[in-house]
């Protein structure tokens, strides 16, 4: 049975995307990326989206089915130009990529540290921003521990940061 975590977020991500935004895909394991990629090509949206991987092990541009390694410059310019419009990213994205190209960001697994989610979120909320407002969607299941981690990060955030629009995306949980 697929994970319902992993399903949602493609839905979300393929939402945005048939929306026209360019989307990135944060989570921190890499087994995650690959379940993603796996439900991304399991409803044929790599026929329709080139993408981008930015782990820590692998970094390249799927167009065409064609998988092209390429360095973080190689990705930012091939987002800011339109030929990718999704990124799938591991924690090694959180810095020194400025992915602002993107307006929509989804954390899938949301980081327990205010810091390491900022992080993230100045992938995409960072100078050079054309969007007016930046969507941050953070994944997760209801009345689980990182439920609870995330509502008290969510308070710390919102008391510091106005401009970032951060709704909820809960799981059922059967």
């Known amino acids: 049975r697929k994970d319902l975590k992993i399903k949602e977020t493609i839905k979300l991500a393929n ?6 935004d360019k989307v990135l895909v944060f989570s921190r394991y ?5 379940a993603l990629l796996d439900e991304f090509h399991i409803l044929g949206q790599h026929k329709i989206y080139n993408y981008g991987i930015y782990t820590g092990n692998n970094s390249c541009i799927v167009s065409s ?8 410059n190689d990705l930012k310019r091939a987002l ?38 900022e992080q993230r979120i100045g992938r995409v909320a960072r100078l050079g921003q054309v969007a007016e407002e930046v969507i941050i969607y ?3 299941y209801p009345n689980s521990i990182e439920a609870q981690m ?8 919102e008391n510091r ?14």
């Not at 890499?30 to 690959?34: G, S």
């Not at 995330?150 to 955030?157: C, E, K, S, V, W």
């Not at 940061?161 to 951060?166: M, P, R």
């Open 15 to 20: 939402n945005c995307l048939n929306n026209k």
């Open 30 to 34: 890499t087994d995650t990326i690959d």
């Open 65 to 72: 089915g064609k998988a092209t390694q390429c360095d973080k």
């Open 80 to 117: 800011f130009s339109g030929e990718i419009k999704i990124v799938f990213c591991s924690d090694a994205a959180s810095e020194g990529l400025n992915l602002q190209a993107a307006r929509i960001l989804i954390n899938v697994d949301v980081p327990w540290t205010p810091a390491r989610l």
């Open 138 to 140: 953070n994944v997760w």
């Open 150 to 157: 995330y509502n008290r990060i969510q308070r710390r955030l």
């Open 161 to 174: 940061v106005s401009s970032i629009s951060l709704p909820i995306i809960t799981i059922p949980s059967h």
